[in-house]
């Protein structure tokens, strides 16, 4: 560790707003470290020995995120950073990927990607080191002796810029992330070989992968790899882990459908006629446990439903109830149904009667909500329904399960499926080969199993 101390930079805005907090009444109140010595931690200079054990913690956590960032040390981080300095720090570790597609180019992407990751994983734990200074400080205000250090501010200073570092850290692994995927979707053919090695990888070693996540067999994983239809468990997987992670979408599973929604298990005929007061219940059972499930509440935390439907264990489709937007849409990427059925009279659609029983579902669900939908007999409703909303159409007949789960990805972050250049996100955008779409939920799974 460093033998000399240096000065002491001028408070920040934030750094006064701590002491103000600290040197409130109720604070001075607190009981007082009256046995606490005074120390030398170089380069911080003089601190007290009750803040010692959280310094060398702050320490310990710099000199594990500099194995991965060595730029950074706590030399760097006793002089206030703004959002372009760490930057532009962290271009010296993390430089550029050139922008043309090869082996190189992914690996070195992934490289980067990976030690990012770790990086922000030390970093995370940094959330509790302004509470903890605070606790040990305001035992001390009123102590003649140690009431004010110039050390303190330092102190804030290391925290706040490793707060900055942890923001530019992911910001940066985000934009390179995007670099990856964009050259993934442009060149399929090469993501497709990606895909096949990576999956074999793990196929000829199935202890490796079976029991890392719930209810996803190596079987299951399997289904990610080129040319073959998605299996419910790995649906189930992501519209559960995206529709959690969004906090106001609930993501029911593959089996609400056939129960709820159809006729049959193969979901083929929606339901017709009076639906009774026992379905009604079930629902509500459906939406509470995948409410209490996902997002922790029982009623009000979620504004919008998706449903994922497997017809006949051969095609993957979907429905959307948004409640803020005051939408049910349908998405199919099947290019002859929509195609078709857009120029159809509304009741001749294929997906009238389904869209008859999701609005049944938006009733529920309203009332739920405490809101009164009534849609049934209502011309003058201002909900807008569309049974077969215009998407990017699938150019085989095995990817309709990724572009469902793309449908899931458009809606969490835009609200609605956006076509070309109304999709902002060039990562986002849909192409007629999603193999690189497939590597990335490859990617995706097996880093969520701690296998990447």
């Given amino acids: 560790m460093p033998t000399t101390s240096i000065s002491t930079p001028m408070p920040n805005p934030h750094t ?32 007290r020995s009750c803040t010692s054990p959280l310094l060398l913690r ?78 040990c400080q305001r035992k001390h205000f009123g102590n003649p002796v140690a009431s004010t250090l110039p050390s303190d501010n330092l102190i804030f200073i290391v925290i706040q810029n490793l707060e900055i570092l942890s923001q530019c850290i992911k910001s940066k692994q985000q934009a390179i992330e995007v670099i990856l995927w964009n ?11 990606m895909l096949q090695n ?17 209810h996803v067999t190596l079987t299951s994983f399997q289904t990610l790899n080129a040319g073959r239809w998605l299996d419910d468990e790995i649906v189930n997987y992501f519209v559960k882990k995206w529709c959690f992670k969004s906090g106001t979408t609930l993501g029911f599973n593959t089996f609400f459908a056939c129960k709820v929604l159809f006729q049959e298990t193969e979901c083929i005929n929606a339901r017709e006629g009076f639906l009774t007061n026992v379905d009604e219940d079930t629902v509500r059972r459906w939406c509470a446990k995948a409410a209490t499930a996902m997002i ?72 739920m909500r405490g809101e009164d939908i009534m849609l049934k007999n209502n011309p003058n409703s201002d909900w807008i329904c569309d049974p077969h909303f215009k998407v990017h159409f699938q150019a085989n007949s095995h990817d309709c399960g990724v572009h469902m789960l793309w449908h899931l990805k458009h809606l969490l972050e835009f609200r609605q499926v956006r076509l070309g250049p109304e999709c902002s996100q060039a990562h986002l955008q849909f192409n007629d080969n999603m193999a690189g779409k497939r590597l990335r939920l490859v990617q995706e799974m097996l880093l969520d199993a701690g296998l990447l």
Avoid at 18 to 42: E, G, V, W
Avoid at 64 to 82: D, E, G, T, Y
Avoid at 184 to 191: A, I, T
Wanted: positive net charge.
């Fill in 183 to 193: 050259m993934l979707d442009k060149h399929p053919e090469r993501s497709e070989l």
């Fill in 58 to 135: 702050i320490s310990d956590t710099i000199s594990q995120c500099s194995a991965f960032v060595p730029s950074i040390s706590l030399l760097h981080l006793l002089r206030l950073m703004n959002l372009n300095q760490t930057n532009t720090l962290l271009t010296t570790d993390f430089p550029s990927c050139v922008l043309s597609f090869d082996n190189g180019l992914y690996v070195d992407c992934e490289s980067q990607i990976k030690r990012l990751r770790q990086a922000t994983k030390v970093l995370s734990k940094i959330v509790t080191f302004g509470s903890a200074l605070t606790s």
């Fill in 296 to 367: 922790g509440t029982s009623g009000t935390g979620w504004d919008s439903v998706f449903i994922p439907i497997n017809e006949d264990s051969t095609h993957w489709y979907s429905a959307h109830i948004d409640f803020r937007s005051k939408r049910i849409d349908i998405f199919d990427s099947l290019r002859d149904r929509c195609i078709q059925n857009r120029q159809k009279p509304l009741l001749e659609r294929k997906n009238s009667k389904l869209m008859l029983v999701l609005m049944w579902l938006a009733d529920v669900l309203g009332r």
């Fill in 16 to 47: 006064r707003s701590t002491y103000q907090h600290l040197l409130s009444p109720s604070r001075r109140q607190a009981k007082a470290h009256n046995k606490c010595t005074l120390i030398d931690f170089p380069p911080i200079g003089i601190i």
């Fill in 198 to 214: 990576l999956v074999k990888k793990f196929s000829d070693n199935p202890c490796a992968f079976n029991g890392k996540l719930p």
